[in-house]
């Protein structure tokens, strides 16, 4: 035998025919960081240390001869584990804590891991917590990490199933990937999406900063970060940028410090009114009228904790049920815990319907705040003879003043009256400023406004959609008038470059822009082909997401009608050339029938005659034999089969413990006074080692070994 062949013929698992050895544990902490690279992301950085730790104990261990890990020391780690992640999270009953708590016990099984079981039962592990990652993302970098994962970890039961080297491991591996490969497509295609079949704790996440309640100031702050919030995707017409308003939240109370949301149950309280006036849950708002001109949007949703759902100006219309709320906002009826599409109709326009609690709502103000504010609107009321269109334009006409300036680098404000500090004191402010204070002054001169949050504009990619991320949000005032609400944005007059290019067009403060992504790609726009690249690897994300993710009950709909389409097509073709195409149709009918009924007739026989000789065992050992003959290992003349096998095993590689079995098997079969029921189980058993063998037999031939030897 050849120095490589009996290097082949060691096993790989089993140190001393018993215990796990140094390599196989080796590959299970291979296996382990795989896995946690694909959590550590979202996870605390200190289960690295964990698995680093464990594994550490497992080489002294062994190196050393040193005894198994008690219950006791397995107890306290487990203890402690659940102890440190508590102190991380402040509970176990959030999403984050159960992952955690998973990935904890996985790292800590190998701390009791010694035989081929143990082994096994880790492996399974790592393959649920894989598939775990994806509660986390579902990107591209995500799926092929967990590829390689899984990939990994096949080649660990691989190898404990009797492998006997890493190349004949992965070569099953790869072929048993290859396999299930057209299986998971179909899967993928045909499977309806289910629900969850139980409720599970949200991840506490946030897809963008936005909150519904802001303070001058607070917006700024989001012009730092460069996280994704959603994107979109319009059918027909694109807006202009002046008509990119991305409505999130309707602020409709001022404490005199900070503006925030009402909900509608809050609303129903304090008015005592029904809900139903202020919320309607369906896929029409009944507040709008649907006529006239709007847009058709597919949003890509990043996940959130929170229910809301962007909107171009007024939502109107959705392919899925939501909350339409009477201020013109649109909530889900859940929280998104992954990213999902959402196609809606809006009207890119402030809403038309009058807020049902009422004109004297939204002139609410504390009577105690910004004094001098309140002066200066008396004397512009005053001035403009108590007309409120031209107050509301020279209040607008003076924010375009100097000594007024648009900053992302905003002075804070503490006081008790931020509006007069701002007006009077600092002039200087980022959206959220100057829609406060335009609020607020058309409020004290009995006008009824709101603040309303969300984004405007977005980045347009070369293939049409248009990204919005952080610090694209916004913040803008509405006012009753002559029967509908109208829309009111100081940043477009102080400073339009805003309003046309984005935040990043703002010099003043442009210091804070992405502070807060030092190495985040956007800030390499300017540098060509690094721009050119990051488009299309988000162009790529993108079609990932929104093809591969996104794809639900309407895309399989539509992929089972396209096939249907395309076959009537091709039928219709035919029909158009073939002469006598009603007869020729009918008899290529017939044919096709015909030769499928017969194929399949033949695979059924074909599958019957296969069960019924593998149940013959001079068939299944003489097949054997004929296989292991054009490899190279014949049988010599006048050599009982069981010899045979046995002979050939050293030279048949990874292929040689399963000839063995084999061999055992058929001489049991052959001698042994057996029962009925054991004899079957033996033939049983001598079937799944030959199809062993067949697996793994190497492909080459061999020299020695065979019939001349």
Known sequence: MSVRSARLAVPAVLADGRGLSGGMLRQLFIGQCLVLALHLAWMPAWLAGLALVVAGYRFVQLRRGLPRAGILLRLAAVGGLVLALWLQFGTLGSMDGLVGLLLGVYLLKLLETHDRRDARVVVVI??????????????????????LAVAWLLQSLVWLSGASGRRQAWRETAWLLVLSAPLMALLFVSFPRLGPLWSMPQMDRAATGLTDTISPGDIAELSRSDARAFRARFEGREPTPDERYWRVYTLSHFDGTRWSRV????????????????????????????EGEHFNAELLL?????????????????????????????????PLSSRSLLRLASSAAPPANQDPAGARWNRLLPDDTNPRTRALAERLWRENGGDPDAYLAAMMARFGEAPYRYTLSPPRLFGDHRVDD?????????????????AVMARMAGIPARVVAGFLGGERHPD??????????????????????????????????????????????????????????????????????????????????????????????????????????????????LPGSGVMATALGLMVVLVATAGLAWLARHGCQYRRRRRDVRWLVG???????????????????????????????????????????????????????????????????????????????????????
């Open 623 to 709: 097949r054997l034999q004929a296989r292991l003959a054009r490899r190279g290992l014949g049988a010599r003349p006048g050599e009982s089969p069981a010899a045979h096998l046995r002979r050939v095993a050293p030279w048949a590689g990874p292929a040689g413990r399963a000839l063995n079995d084999c061999a055992q098997d058929l001489e049991r079969l052959a001698y042994a006074p057996l029962e009925e029921r054991e004899r079957h189980q033996r033939r049983r058993r001598l079937a799944e080692r030959v199809a062993e063998v067949r697996r793994r037999l190497p492909r080459q031939r061999h020299g020695s070994g065979g019939a001349g030897a």
């Open 126 to 147: 790592g393959l649920v917590t894989t598939a775990v990652a994806f509660l986390h993302d579902q990107g591209i970098p995500m799926a092929a990490g967990a590829l």
């Open 464 to 577: 049409g959609h248009f990204t919005v991320r952080d610090y694209d949000a916004h913040a803008w005032v509405e006012v009753w008038r002559n029967g509908a609400w109208r829309r009111l944005d100081p940043t477009a007059v102080i400073a339009p470059e805003r309003i046309e290019q984005g935040p990043q067009a703002v010099d003043d403060g442009a210091e804070a822009f992405l502070a807060d992504a030092r190495f985040s790609p956007l800030r390499m726009r300017e540098v060509g082909w690094a721009n050119r690249l990051r488009l299309e690897w988000e162009r790529l994300e993108y079609r990932w997401q929104r093809g591969v993710i996104g794809y639900q009950r309407e895309s399989r709909r539509s992929l089972m009608a396209q096939l249907v389409s395309g076959w009537r097509a091709t039928w219709a073709w035919l029909e158009a050339r």
């Open 263 to 290: 909900t509608p149950d809050q609303l129903a309280a304090t008015l005592g009114r029904p809900v139903d006036a202020f919320v309607d849950v369906g896929t029409r708002s009944p507040w709008q009228s649907h």
């Open 302 to 334: 990043e996940p959130d904790s929170r229910p809301w759902r962007p909107s171009l100006g007024t939502p109107l219309e959705s392919d899925s049920r939501q909350r339409y709320l009477a201020d013109g906002t649109l909530e889900g009826l859940t």
């Open 422 to 438: 701002f007006l009077f004191d600092s002039q200087a402010g980022y959206c959220t400023y100057y829609a406060s204070a335009a």
